[in-house]
């Protein structure tokens, strides 16, 4: 298993208290959006750095597994833990993505979200507003 840290349209995101859940957007059985709200620690390297606090929403196509689970109950079972400081990583070289899926780990203060999915992307929220048009 490798990991190799997701930079974000903002920059590297790292540290678990660098993200909170907002929402999650349920598309449809294949799409799901998630909002969040990513605050400025020492460990993130940002594109502008006089960003703070910014909202974002990662969208998910293709979704074969969601998986949301509590942090402090699975920290050991964290995919990645110890190798990386990223928020957001993707497990590449697995079996999983021999057969076209990306692997992605969210990992937030409270939550850790593990998806299988074939393409994803994030936008930067201007407006603060949360918006599935």
């Known amino acids: 298993m490798e990991i190799k840290d997701i930079i974000t349209s903002i920059g590297f995101i790292g540290g678990r208290d660098a993200i909170i859940i907002e929402h999650i957007n349920i598309i ?7 909002y969040v709200n990513v605050s400025r620690n020492s460990l ?16 998910f196509n293709g979704v074969m ?3 949301l689970y509590d942090y402090e109950m699975f920290e050991n079972n964290i995919k990645g833990k110890g190798q990386t ?15 076209g899926l990306h692997h992605i780990i969210i990992i937030a203060y409270d939550d850790v979200m593990e998806l299988l ?7 930067l929220i201007t407006d603060n ?4 048009d």
Not at 85 to 99: D, G, P
Not at 118 to 123: G, L
Not at 129 to 132: F, M, S, Y
Request: hydrophobic content about 35%; charged content about 25%.
């Open 28 to 34: 449809d059985s294949r799409t799901i959006e998630v």
């Open 44 to 59: 993130c390297d940002f594109v502008d750095n006089s960003m703070s606090a910014i909202n974002l929403k990662f969208v």
């Open 65 to 67: 597994k969601f998986q």
């Open 85 to 99: 400081v990223s928020s957001i990583r993707e497990i590449v070289k697995s079996t999983y993505s021999l057969k």
């Open 117 to 123: 999915c074939t393409e994803f992307h994030n936008e």
């Open 129 to 132: 507003k949360q918006q599935t």
